[in-house]
């Protein structure tokens, strides 16, 4: 397996716009989680789909921010509009099962709202 | 939700010296206690963990040891060399049925050769 596979890398884009992050997991496995890293806030989980199901949204900043995983090989993270605090690097990441949590991840996506 | 924090937030050691980063936690039913390592640029990458089961845990330079009475858990790094340099974050886990990933604060190390 490729292993956890994010697009686009880099995104720069002007505010208001809208915005869609794609994350592919690692096949087979069940969890599938969105981060936000900023210097300030550090790594903030923003969401976790269990087995393509919405878990915990709680850590989703705003209604801004929506996330869907339409199948068990593909999520987006969308922005609409997007604003220059949404700067930051969104990784996702996905994990096995709940006996095998090691979590893997994406190299990221460094978002760019000017 | 947990409460999880790191101390030292920054740590500069000279190398060959050793590092000791402590993860505090809020729920006393969590269970599983890993550590991260982010190197600057990349991804969290998991580096050890521990079960609430066992008290220590060790891999070559790295250890992790858990006081549960106490919420907390370490990692201590021995014989520190400049590749060890990177963000460390601790992510203890609750026991809800679900794997709820939440990362502690992170701690800064830098090993100065």
């Known amino acids: 397996d490729a292993g956890v596979i994010q697009s686009p890398r880099h995104e720069v884009t002007e505010m208001g716009q809208e915005v869609t992050l794609r994350c592919k997991p690692i096949?087979?496995?069940?969890?599938l989680f969105w981060y936000r890293q900023t210097m300030m806030r550090g790594l903030e989980l923003l969401i976790y789909?269990?087995?393509?199901?919405?878990?915990?949204d709680s850590g989703m900043p705003e209604d801004r921010f929506s996330a869907k995983m339409p199948n068990a090989s593909f999520s987006t993270l969308k922005i609409q509009p997007s604003e220059p605090r949404d700067s930051a690097v969104y990784f996702c990441?996905?994990?096995?099962?709940?006996?095998?949590?090691?979590?893997?991840f994406g190299q990221g996506t460094r978002l760019t709202v000017v | 939700g947990e409460n999880v924090e790191q101390h030292p937030s920054t740590l500069s050691v000279q190398e060959g010296d050793s590092a000791v980063i402590k993860c505090t936690y809020s729920?006393?039913?969590?269970?599983?206690f890993p550590w991260y390592k982010q190197e600057l640029g990349k991804r969290p990458q998991l580096i050890i963990d521990?079960?609430?089961?066992?008290g220590e845990k060790k891999d070559q330079r790295i250890a992790v040891t858990l006081n549960k009475t106490a919420k907390h858990f370490s990692l201590h790094i021995t014989e520190t060399q400049p590749e060890d340099s990177a963000v460390y974050f601790c992510?203890?886990?609750?026991?809800?049925?679900?794997?709820?990933?939440?990362f502690g604060t992170g701690t800064r190390l830098l090993v100065s050769p």
């Open positions: 521990i079960r609430s089961n066992v």
């Open positions: 992510a203890p886990e609750g026991n809800t049925g679900f794997q709820k990933l939440v």
């Open positions: 990441a996905s994990s096995l099962n709940s006996d095998n949590t090691e979590a893997f």
């Open positions: 789909f269990n087995n393509n199901v919405p878990i915990d």
């Open positions: 729920d006393s039913a969590s269970n599983y």
């Open positions: 096949s087979g496995h069940d969890y």
